[in-house]
């Protein structure tokens, strides 16, 4: 297993210096200028001419390319053009809670999916499936920015169980996770059940029946096993999109997470922060697959990795 | 699970005597020397002392300094109050006072107010509470820079060139603490000689979202909001039981600027043909909800230079169509749907902006200008404007203070990239009147002369006025005391307290 991680590691650093490069290029090369923003209106042409070359900013790209993955190599992600401070402190100020959030999410995804796409695999086309159908759709269709407004109306403002937004504890952590959460819900379940179903015709399924093993015991102990490998992909692929909705989330709930941070920092051109974010953001992809490919191994024997 | 972590649902989290105000940005940095965003300003105000301060009327009156004197029009000297104490405990002096301008004036610090401060020659100190001040040349808007927050000497030589996260301030109320971009935390200064606040202390939050501000206002987590309200909001604010609005009079003034260097918009005639079909009453009465005053120019009618006499521009299509007969483009079919040409209109991808966009594009259409609408998101938008890539555009100037601003945006050697005369605006007259006017230190004289270059700027029209924004906060019935002031500053929380 161990030569497996580390031959995934080393396959990651070609993705994410790709990445960089990509958004390094991007960001550069967009229309819109850091030192117009810092500066503002009443700056003189002189003074922006100075900040520019005090920020290396005048330098050709190639040159600034070099200068940045010099710095890379020295874990140095540089300083915010915007407000000066190292751009590895905010977004390790930031980080903890677009965690908190994902986790949430995904958890309450796993709480959610788990006994009912269970129950809608062992009874399909029951009342309880069809239900559940339902709701995945409108899990599926409702976006994050309709959902997270009707959520607080109905449990910050009609009941108060919940408050509104910001982040203070555990019951901050309610809404926002269940906002993001119901989109990746809906698709487990429904990934879930149609695994189950695909897998409940199967002959080793017709031999446990005839053993005389109990349905439960069909179900959990044969069945899900099995069918838990389509819905760790959907898991893996999902949980990076999960950091992509955090956005829209944190920026109804107030959430001080990287996904509005990484949004300002495009907003306001502050290139060592933008590339810092996406930086940061791209490792937590090639981690989350590095997991799901172990997860893999773990639930089937079968693709345990042979050097 | 939601009922499990109900039983711990926080009661706002308040200590008593706080209260919480709602920020849809919060400031990127407090530090004086760097703020530039205007919510820094407008809570700096709470936490710094300047020499002096803005009055509603946007004149400059005693705060740090008792008074002063202009003995030649190159020199003003400042006579400090005795009591004034940085939170560190150290007496404010005039060592300070020269300290923090030196700081902005260095070129090492890159502060963005450096060129603000380019008429001064040299800061003095005379003695401790005395300071002068020595300029390059007679410079009548001055006394702008003097509103500057001062900071403690000895923190500045701590950290001469890099913001400063907790900024010692004199103010009446001081930073406790804050965390992590969100939330700022400001505590009561109980020894502040203009009178203590009655409040323990105020905190602010950025809830980015407007919806979610009013909805955390409804809930009582939120005290105040200021500005930042959608229009469309107003109505259910007002059947809040425990919200209470108020409105007053800005200083913002939200403008429709043109690219005069190219035909059709080069012709005079034609910017008054659009200035006369544009119906600004429909637009304020609808989209804004009264939220706004039609504006006759750049100076609000609460500023000390305000003229009205100025020409004004009603709502008249048949004028405008008169107009732009006569400059030649006629209206190839009449009523019908060709146009006599066709304007691209850039604004950013706010909903507000594009909604007046569209009603623009229509009443634009009946006269027979076809508008092409292009919106960006705010830097690229922002870029195309300072280059003077642009027909027309929409924006604000917030926060107007000198009439020094009409040099900036209509004399001639301010064109872009030097300065705000994006539309390359030239005329002679105005040219020589906006010079006189920031020379002259003679206040009836400077009245008299920015008098008359708002009566030419409205007649030549380099931008169209369009309205004055007005301040709106919503705010919990407890708190009382709050005033909006005409540029959006907090500075009256320190006057205001909350009755249970």
């Known amino acids: ?84 401070r190292p751009v590895r402190r905010m977004i390790m100020a930031r980080y903890p809670a677009t965690l908190e959030l994902a986790g949430g999410a995904l958890l309450l995804a796993l709480l959610i999916a788990g006994p009912l796409g269970l129950a809608a ?75 189950l ?22 179900l959990l102990k044969h069945a899900l096993r099995n069918a838990v490998l389509p819905v760790v992909t959907v898991l893996g692929l999902q ?29 306001t051109r502050d290139y060592p922060l933008v590339q810092g974010c996406v930086l940061v953001i791209t490792l937590s992809y090639v981690l989350i697959n590095l997991i799901t490919d172990v997860l893999y191994g773990v639930v089937d024997p079968r693709l345990r990795v042979n050097s | 699970m939601l009922a499990a972590v109900a039983g711990c649902a926080p009661a706002p989290s308040l200590p008593p005597g706080y209260v919480a105000v709602g920020l849809e940005n919060g400031p990127i940095t407090l530090d004086p020397r760097f703020a530039t965003d205007a919510t ?97 040349y007679p410079f009548a808007p001055f006394l702008n820079e003097t509103g500057l927050g001062i900071l403690p000497a000895t ?71 200021q500005n930042g309200i959608d229009p469309d909001s107003l109505e259910w604010l007002r059947e809040q039981s425990n919200i209470a609005i108020a409105t007053a009079p800005s200083t913002t003034f939200q403008y429709l600027g043109m690219n005069l260097r190219a035909p059709p918009l080069s012709d005079v005639r034609v910017r008054q043909a659009i200035a006369h079909a544009i119906d600004r009453d429909a637009i304020v009465g609808t989209i804004l909800k009264g ?77 027979g200008i076809r508008l092409d609408i292009r919106s960006y998101e705010w830097a690229t938008f922002y870029n195309d404007i300072k280059r003077g890539n642009f027909q027309l555009y929409s924006l604000a100037w917030v926060g107007v203070e000198d009439p020094d601003i009409y040099f900036l945006t209509c004399h001639s050697s301010q064109t872009p990239p030097q300065g705000n005369n994006r539309g390359y605006f030239h005329e002679e007259s105005v040219d020589g009147l906006t010079e006189a006017g920031r020379q002259t230190l003679n206040l009836s004289e400077r009245r008299r002369l920015y008098g008359e270059v708002q009566r030419r700027v409205s007649q030549l029209l380099p931008i169209i006025p369009l309205w004055w924004p007005t301040n709106v906060a919503a705010m919990n019935r407890r708190l009382r005391g709050f005033e909006l002031r005409p540029n959006g500053s907090y500075v009256s929380l320190k006057d205001a307290w909350v009755e249970e």
């Open chain 1, 1 to 84: 297993m161990i030569p497996y991680i580390a031959r995934r590691l080393v396959l990651a650093v070609p993705t994410v210096i790709g990445v960089v490069t990509l958004v390094f290029l991007l960001i550069h090369l967009v229309p819109g200028d850091p030192v117009d923003v810092m500066l503002g209106e009443t700056a003189r042409v002189a003074d922006k001419v100075r900040l520019r070359h005090q920020l290396g900013l005048d330098h050709p790209l190639p040159v600034q390319y070099a200068r940045y993955l010099s710095h890379l190599a020295r874990a140095d992600l540089g300083r915010s053009l915007y407000s000066g």
């Open chain 1, 121 to 195: 695999g062992a009874r399909p086309n029951s009342m309880l499936d069809s239900v559940s159908r339902a709701l995945a759709v409108l899990g599926s269709a409702v976006p994050n920015f309709y959902l997270g407004p009707m959520l607080i109306l109905l449990f910050a403002i009609h009941l108060e169980w919940a408050p509104v937004s910001g982040r203070d504890g555990l019951a901050h952590l309610a809404l926002p996770a269940l906002t993001l959460g119901m989109g990746m819900a809906a698709i487990l379940t429904r990934m879930l059940r149609a695994a």
């Open chain 1, 197 to 218: 179903l695909d897998r409940l015709h199967d002959d080793y399924i017709r031999t446990a029946r005839a053993k005389g093993a109990s349905e439960k015991r069909v």
């Open chain 1, 239 to 267: 949980t990076g999109a999960l950091l992509a909705g955090t956005i829209i989330t944190e920026t109804i709930f107030a959430w001080p997470g990287l996904g509005r941070l990484t949004l300002l920092a495009i907003q």
């Open chain 2, 40 to 136: 820094a300003s407008q809570i700096g105000d709470l936490l710094f002392d300047g020499l002096t301060r803005l009055d509603d009327q946007s004149r400059r009156l005693p705060q740090l300094a008792a008074r002063w004197e202009v003995p030649d029009p190159q020199t003003y000297i400042f006579h400090l109050r005795d009591g004034f104490r940085f939170n560190s405990g150290e007496p404010v002096t005039a060592e300070d006072v020269r300290a923090t301008y030196e700081a902005i004036r260095d070129p090492r610090t890159h502060s963005p107010k450096q060129q603000e401060l380019d008429a001064i020659e040299a800061v003095d100190v005379l003695d401790p509470l005395t300071v002068r001040f020595r300029l390059r």
């Open chain 2, 155 to 225: 923190q500045l030589a701590a950290s001469p060139t890099k913001p400063l996260a907790q900024p010692i301030g004199s103010g009446p109320f001081r930073l406790l603490e804050f965390r992590a971009d969100d939330r700022w935390v400001l505590a009561r200064n109980p020894n502040y000689p203009l009178g203590a606040p009655r409040l323990a202390g105020v905190v602010f939050m950025e809830v980015p979202d407007a919806l979610s501000r009013l909805l955390e206002l409804k809930r009582g987590t939120i005290d105040l909001v």
């Open chain 2, 291 to 367: 939220l706004a005053t039609p504006a006759t120019g750049l100076l609000a009618p609460t500023h000390w230079a305000y003229s009205a006499d100025v020409t004004t521009y009603a709502y008249n299509p048949k004028r405008a169509k008169e107009l732009l007969d006569q400059a030649g483009y006629i209206d190839p079919d009449g009523d019908g749907p060709a146009p006599r040409f066709r304007l691209s209109y850039k604004t950013t991808v706010v909903e507000l902006r594009r909604r007046i966009a569209e009603v623009l594009q229509e009443q634009l259409e009946q006269v």
